[in-house]
């Protein structure tokens, strides 16, 4: 059901009560939501849901099998002619050629279903975006919020459920009326698959062990090389630029998918877009930060606030070196990082100027070695009570503790009033790699020098 893969339930123990559960589903999400609301009430109708879009797509969905499957159901059926709508995106060029080659993708076009090119667009809100207040199921990998395109912020919503392609399938021989495959009688077909090697040989450049270094990569006005970004100082200062209490942030809510695409080769415009849903003034304080930064690393003044920063440390008896110590912005996160392994929810981070991100604990592993790759140490804590937006976090010793395999350290806390507060963090486990990666800037820099 909407907002998160892991509010699942069965179709069938769904339609035995659609009208409550529907509704709990639906408050659930508004408690989630800012700037619009969600309207699952209304796709239940004389004890029955409708929805309005189905879609079987990308790396889960738009398998061989599963669209197989799909035409075995949609044979000889419609879809419907109502505002229904039904498109299938083959995960492959292979897959595609052989469905064409067996003729599922006639048996679908046949029953007035759409068939896409091999993307997985509607999985991150790039493609067959539903209209607001729509409601639409797809086996695809994600649904969390606002992953499908809409912009709470000008007041748009929809609503994505996770479910299987048979379904789906089934629910469009109905006309949208959700439908589980075991309600239908049918006798799925078994193909074999054949891959052809020849679609990717055909037209994919090889140049594996054919380095040809003489040849100029062609960068087009908006393809822009990579930020330098600086070694690890020995101390560490800290300002943070967000502060999120949420159970979870995914990393749509940390760089969103959909119209930010067409930037992913230009890291400075597509960091313009991080946290753009979850705190929009976080990329206009993480660019203040960063110039504070940017005076330092030129010998000239950061100005009175790092100034003030400094004096409270001195009046703490900690030891400081502010010439020679990097400032960095910081985002708190109670759990970032859930969903896909796209590096951009930490790339956009550090380009801007993080050197670090402060957390209970991390959703995946796949963040966390993101942030490390990006040379951005990632901290926990248990007592993030003692942050707030706007605090300076000063880290003493963190390179010597990082390369020397300490985990375990402490930080302080320095507040708009002056006061200096000490406090536990932790990187957890890092391998000797890893340490030396975070040392060194980034995974950039740790192959330029080792």
Not at 36 to 55: C, E, F, N, P
Not at 106 to 129: K, L, M, N, V
Not at 259 to 279: G, Q, V
Request: aromatic residues 8%; glycine residues 10%.
């Amino acid at each position: 059901l909407p907002m998160h893969p892991s509010y699942a339930m069965p179709i069938r123990e769904l339609l035995e009560n659609p009208a409550d559960i529907m509704h709990e589903y639906q408050e659930r999400a508004n408690r989630q939501i800012k700037g619009a609301a969600m309207d699952l009430d209304s796709k239940v109708r004389g004890g029955q849901i409708y929805v309005d879009q189905g879609i079987v797509a990308g790396c889960s969905g738009g398998t061989f099998d599963n669209i197989v499957a799909v035409a075995d159901i949609l044979r000889g059926h419609s879809c419907g002619s109502g505002t229904f709508t039904m498109s299938v995106y083959p995960g492959s060029m292979p897959a595609y050629r052989e469905l064409m080659k067996n003729g599922a993708l006639y048996d679908i076009a046949g029953s007035g279903a759409i068939i896409r090119e091999c993307f997985c667009g509607p999985c991150f809100g790039a493609g067959d975006t539903p209209a607001n207040g729509e409601f639409s199921i797809r086996h695809t990998t994600r649904n969390f919020p606002n992953r499908e395109g809409s912009k709470p912020g000008e007041g748009q919503m929809a609503a994505v459920a996770l479910m299987d392609a048979r379904s789906i399938a089934a629910t469009a021989v109905n006309g949208g009326r959700l439908t589980p495959a075991t309600d239908l009688d049918v006798e799925y077909s078994t193909p074999v698959y054949h891959f052809d090697s020849g679609v990717y040989e055909k037209r994919i450049y090889n140049g594996w062990g054919k380095a040809e270094p003489e040849y100029e990569l062609k960068m087009g006005p908006n393809i822009k090389d990579w930020p330098e970004q600086p070694a690890l100082s020995e101390d560490l200062l800290l300002k943070v630029a967000s502060y999120i209490t949420d159970p979870v942030t995914t990393t749509d809510e940390l760089i969103p998918s959909g119209e930010t695409s067409s930037f992913r080769s230009n890291p400075l415009r597509l960091a313009e877009f991080t946290l753009s849903r979850k705190d929009p003034d976080y990329v206009g304080r993480a660019k203040e930060i960063h110039r504070l930064e940017a005076a330092r690393e030129a010998g000239t003044d950061p100005g009175a606030e790092v100034a003030a920063v400094y004096a409270a440390l001195d009046r703490a008896g900690v030891a400081n070196d502010p010439a020679a110590t990097v400032i960095g912005s910081t985002i708190y996160a109670n759990k970032p990082g859930d969903g896909s392994a796209r590096e951009q929810a930490a790339s956009c981070q550090r380009v801007l100027g993080a050197a670090a991100n402060i957390a209970r604990e991390y959703a995946t592993k796949r963040y966390r070695s993101n942030c490390i790759n990006w040379g951005m140490a990632p901290l926990l804590t248990e007592t993030p009570e003692v942050l707030a937006l706007g605090d300076f976090v000063f880290v003493p010793g963190i390179r010597s503790h990082i390369l020397n395999g300490v985990n375990d350290f402490d930080a302080y806390v320095i507040k708009a009033d002056g006061s200096v507060s000490k406090f536990a963090v932790s990187t957890g486990d890092l391998t000797e790699d890893e340490r030396q990666i975070i040392a060194d800037g980034c995974l950039i820099n740790y192959y330029r020098g080792h």
